[in-house]
């Protein structure tokens, strides 16, 4: 069964640096997704990414962060000046339907890639 | 606001014990759809199950159930005869239609006891 891979599964950086967190989704999706989790707390939104632009973004995807699908296959997220509070679980998560009018909402995550900032 | 809350920040039941985990919505959207997620302590999110909105009949999958009720914006998940296996937190998630983004409930940490 077709699945999201993310990789790596744990980064350690150094804080002030910058980090690309990288996923693969499943190859017929249209809509791409990148989520949060603090340790212990709720997942949270950060993006979403449809036809090689940004679809919304949260309050917390400021100018650090960036996102894109330089080819057919990957969609990464970039953090430039990396923090302590960015320290966290990010999930990719993507969509074989286009959003709006009522369209089957599901989103297949991938298993996360632990960023830890030191 | 907080469009999906989960109350129930820890339980902990003895193993066999039946266990329901609450999780209330909000959305003004008349299309939506409700999932629950586990997230074992390896991290990731293992998908459980999706309602939409226009769907109100209770499901059924081994041990676990699914009340939905939109006349109290609920969507309530019971393990039946929990195993020590089952513990996780638990988390319910909301989309609606007009925005594919979901929003989380804080989640739902399961502690089943042998």
């Known amino acids: 069964e077709p699945e999201v891979t993310q990789t790596p599964s744990h980064q350690v950086t150094q804080m002030g640096q910058e980090v690309i967190l990288r996923c693969v989704p499943i190859?017929?999706?249209?809509?791409f997704y990148w989520y949060r989790q603090i340790l212990g707390q709720k997942v949270e939104f950060l993006v979403s990414?449809?036809?090689?632009?940004?679809?919304?973004k949260s309050e917390i995807f400021d100018d650090q962060f960036s996102v894109e699908r330089p080819d057919g296959s990957n969609f990464t997220l970039k953090i430039r000046s990396t923090k302590l509070e960015d320290s966290a679980m990010y999930f990719c998560?993507?969509?074989?339907?286009?959003?709006?009018?009522?369209?089957?909402?599901?989103?297949?995550f991938g298993p996360g890639t632990r960023l830890t900032v030191l | 606001a907080q469009k999906v809350t989960q109350a129930q920040t820890e339980i902990s039941v003895v193993e066999k014990e039946d266990v329901t985990l609450d999780c209330v919505y909000e959305?003004?959207?008349?299309?939506?759809?409700l999932f629950w997620y586990k997230q074992p302590p390896s991290g990731e999110l293992v998908f459980l199950i999706r309602?939409?909105?226009?769907?109100?009949q209770n499901e059924i999958s081994g041990r676990y159930s699914w009340n939905f009720q939109k006349s109290t914006s609920s969507f309530n998940f019971t393990i039946t005869a929990s195993q020590v296996v089952d513990s996780a937190v638990y988390f319910c998630a909301l989309s609606e239609a007009l925005s594919n983004q979901f929003y989380f409930g804080t989640g739902t940490s399961l502690t089943v006891i042998p």
């Open positions: 990414f449809y036809n090689n632009e940004i679809s919304e």
């Open positions: 959305t003004r959207d008349t299309t939506y759809y």
């Open positions: 309602r939409n909105s226009f769907d109100e």
């Open positions: 190859s017929n999706h249209l809509y």
């Open positions: 998560a993507s969509n074989p339907l286009a959003g709006g009018g009522g369209s089957y909402n599901e989103q297949f």
